[in-house]
């Protein structure tokens, strides 16, 4: 009863804060200003990136956790296009095959609980050059004292942060679902704690 409380009624307006952190705000603006036309994003969340979208028509926001979701009530209605609200899951997206140019994750493909499956869907619904625009925290190349506390901690992160896993090889896994690298940065994202603080941007494309 206490956990369900806090999924339903905390941990929304935790992640509400935490993701506005001016150095993620940043990002968001750099990864999506590129990005038009319809437009899938995965984990909409609240709402955060919808600023930064200036060429988009129709944005389907993918969200299937309706709590999370209702904070982003203002954001939408203030949108300049059209958002429809899509609650579903990654592993199973309720689009046609070859039917997107682009699909858009910010810090969501790290509490996807099948990211292998999730991201045969992505391929599965990209076009043929069509692209996966994303930025996610990962697992830390460098340091492997940051990478045994990522790996040790992840139980108790997935229960506190709606399944977020802090020691996902992202880059690994793109590569792995056959996408291609059009763009990968790393970087450590300023205001965030180091076991959560090196991050990826990437632009995946399907062949």
Not at 11 to 39: C, I, W, Y
Not at 56 to 75: G, H, K, S
Request: hydrophobic letters at 45%.
């Amino acid at each position: 009863m206490i956990y369900k409380f806090y999924r339903q009624r905390i941990f929304p307006h935790l992640l509400n804060q935490v993701m506005q952190t001016a150095s993620l705000m940043d990002k968001r603006r750099e990864l999506l200003l590129p990005v038009a036309g319809e437009v899938l994003e995965i984990g909409f969340g609240t709402g955060l990136n919808l600023p930064f979208y200036q060429q988009v028509d129709t944005l389907y926001a993918l969200e299937p956790n309706p709590d999370i979701y209702r904070l982003a009530a203002q954001r939408v209605h203030e949108a300049p296009f059209e958002v429809q609200h899509i609650q579903a899951s990654a592993e199973k997206l309720p689009f046609a095959s070859a039917s997107l140019d682009h699909i858009v994750s910010t810090w969501t493909l790290c509490s996807i609980a099948s990211l292998e499956q999730a991201l045969a869907e992505i391929c599965r619904v990209l076009k043929p050059g069509g692209a996966l625009h994303l930025v996610e925290h990962v697992l830390h190349s460098d340091s492997r004292k940051i990478q045994y506390l990522q790996q040790a901690l992840t139980p108790v992160q997935k229960r506190i942060a709606d399944g977020c896993h802090l020691n996902r090889n992202i880059e690994r896994a793109l590569k792995g679902a056959g996408l291609e690298l059009a763009e990968c940065r790393y970087f450590d994202a300023e205001g965030i704690p180091k076991i959560a603080q090196r991050m990826l941007l990437a632009r995946a494309v399907r062949p």
